[in-house]
Structures are given as structure tokens and as C-alpha cells.
């Protein structure tokens, strides 16, 4: 028993020093270790969006509510739409869905997620769209069924896999000729953000280094993956796309004729979230883009 006690005792030794000489790398290691645990923790699945559906104005920010203008409902207005069909994917609580309803003359609705389907579906009882509980991975049974595709800010996992399926599943559900319309978040614009407070700040305080650092703490940058695109909203992740992965993506999954655009938020929106706001600057924004499919 006494031998297990010293031999204990000495692993506890060891590893102290191991500690303390290599304080960097276990830090290091300790924290992918816990950013790990997170990522398994705050996967967005439909659970996730379930809850949110119970509170969704506090919790989300939507380029349908919260911007100052829309190109995506631009373009669609300006469609001879009255007799296409529409698929709505990831449709959330509904809010486009009397847009979709009163101009095209087929409009079903996909979510993933049973609550904000159930929610979708009752702020639009009157309404003829089809809503279905639905995986944007696992669309099959649409095949070359609709002359239009929407998704705003559903394209969103951080499962590179389900992501480039999501995307290939919306080229094969388009007839030839076919048109995604898309809105997502855009990476660019948290570079944007973090230039905007460090400008700014180096107005009063003069040393670089301290305004840098402070810039990552207010924006929380440890829970930024750059090379990915993943954000961490006090801790649930998500993806956001840089222009040219917009592109690379959607091109390889057949994808052509395509126009990129910003959605502009407005400042205010970042105000009332009690994040630090730059009313002079330009706002920061989302990607909206149109693609088709070949005919
Ligand atoms: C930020 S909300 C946007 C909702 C709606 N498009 C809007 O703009 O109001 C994202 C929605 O995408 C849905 N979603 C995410 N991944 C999905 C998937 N793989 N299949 C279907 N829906 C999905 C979520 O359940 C959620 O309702």
C-alpha cells in the first residue's frame, strides 16, 4: 500500500515539474483540450434550435428584420414568380413565409427543427405553403423539383461534411436553370469589426499592443477559428463564410452565374446588444449571392 502511496506521490512530483517547466505547452494543451470538449458540447443540432425557437427575437439577429436594406428580397420581387415553384430551407419560425406565399405560386418550407416547424406553421395557418420537418442533407425525394431555392442564414453547421452535403442536396432539388437565392454570415466582417475598434481605440491609447489585446478580449477572439470560419457565440458555434469560400463551395457542387452582395446591419442593432458600435463607419454584414443551375 505504501509503495502505491510513494509511487503516487512521485507521479504527482513529475507531473508538477512537467508543469512548471513546460507551463506553455500545458497550457496550451489544456485549453484545445477544453476547446475540444466545448465544440462537442454546443454542437447546433436541432435540439439547439428547438430551444431558440422558444425565444428567437432575443437570440437571434435576422437579415429579414435587423437590415438596413435587402437585396435578396430585391431580386426576388423583380422575378416573373407567379408561376415558379419555391423551397424555403431552414425556414425558422416563418418569417419570409408571406413574402414566398404571395408571389410564388408553389411554396414549401424545410426545418430541421420540429419547434420551429410547429411555430413556422402557425403564424401562417392561412397560408397555402407546405411545411415539412425536414433535413437540408437529406432531400431526395425533391429531386429537380423547384425553379427556387431560399436559405437564409441556415447554411450554418460547423460539420464541413454536412455542409458541402446541404450544398449539393440544394443543387440536385433545383430544376436545370434553377436559382438559389442565400443569405450567410459573413466571416469578413468580424475582420472588419476588429480593425474598427483597434482604429478607434489607438485615437486615445497609444500603445498597439494593449488596444490588440483588448480588441480580443471584447471580441471574444480565443472562440474565433479563422481558418474555418467558426464562431463561438458565448458558446454555441457557428459558421460564417469568407466571399471567395462562397464561390469555391458552391461552384464545385455545380453551381454557376454568380452575384455577391453585402447585407447591411444596422449599428443600432449592435447597440441594443450592448457590443461596442461604430454609427460613423460602414455597418458590418452578412453575404447575400444568387448561383444557378446549369440549364
Ligand atoms: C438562424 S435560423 C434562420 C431561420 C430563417 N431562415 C430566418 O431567416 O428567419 C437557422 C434555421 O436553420 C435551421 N437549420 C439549420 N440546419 C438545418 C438543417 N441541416 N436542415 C434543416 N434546417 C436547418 C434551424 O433549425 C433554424 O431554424
Redesign the pocket.
Known amino acids: 500500500m505504501s509503495q502505491i502511496f510513494d509511487l503516487l506521490q512521485d507521479m504527482a512530483c513529475s507531473l508538477s515539474q512537467i508543469i512548471f517547466h513546460h507551463k506553455y505547452y500545458f497550457n496550451k494543451y489544456l485549453s484545445q483540450l477544453l476547446y475540444k470538449i466545448k465544440i462537442k458540447i454546443n454542437k ?1 443540432d ?1 435540439q439547439a ?1 428547438d430551444k ?2 422558444v425565444d428567437y427575437y432575443s437570440e ?1 439577429l ?3 428584420k435587423d437590415c438596413k436594406h435587402n437585396p435578396m428580397i430585391d431580386d426576388l420581387s423583380s422575378l416573373d414568380s407567379k408561376k415558379l415553384s419555391v423551397i ?9 413565409i408571406p413574402f414566398l406565399d404571395e408571389n410564388f405560386e408553389n411554396v414549401t418550407a ?4 420540429f419547434e ?1 416547424i410547429a411555430q413556422a406553421k402557425e403564424r401562417n395557418s392561412q397560408r397555402k405553403t407546405n411545411f415539412l420537418v ?4 437529406q432531400m431526395d425525394d425533391f429531386d429537380k423539383q423547384f425553379d427556387v431555392a431560399v ?7 460547423t460539420d464541413i461534411t ?1 455542409m458541402n452535403q ?1 450544398i449539393k442536396e440544394t443543387y440536385k432539388i433545383l430544376k436545370p436553370g434553377g436559382k438559389l437565392f442565400a ?1 450567410i454570415p459573413s466571416m469578413e466582417s468580424y475582420i472588419y469589426q476588429n480593425m474598427l475598434f483597434v482604429d478607434h481605440k489607438l485615437e486615445k491609447e497609444p500603445s498597439q499592443k494593449k488596444v490588440i489585446m483588448q480588441a480580443s478580449k471584447l471580441l471574444d477572439h480565443k472562440s474565433y477559428d479563422m481558418f474555418q470560419g467558426i464562431i463561438n457565440f458565448e458558446g454555441e458555434e457557428q459558421k460564417a463564410f469568407y466571399r471567395f469560400e462562397i464561390i469555391y463551395r458552391f461552384e464545385k457542387a455545380g453551381f454557376t452565374n454568380f452575384k455577391i452582395e453585402r447585407v447591411p446591419y444596422r449599428w443600432i442593432k449592435w447597440k441594443e446588444a450592448g457590443h461596442t458600435y461604430f454609427p460613423k463607419e460602414s455597418p458590418p454584414w452578412d453575404w447575400y449571392f444568387v448561383c444557378e443551375k446549369p440549364k
Not at 424545410?110 to 427543427?113: A, W
Not at 425536414?134 to 442533407?137: A, E, G, S
Request: hydrophobic share 50%; glycine share 8%; aromatic share 6%.
Open positions: 447546433m436541432e434550435w431558440i425557437s437571434i435576422s437579415p429579414l424555403e430551407l431552414g425556414c425558422g419560425i416563418g418569417d419570409l424545410i426545418d430541421f427543427s420551429m425536414k433535413d437540408m442533407t436559405a437564409v442564414n441556415s447554411i450554418l453547421t454536412k446541404m443569405i
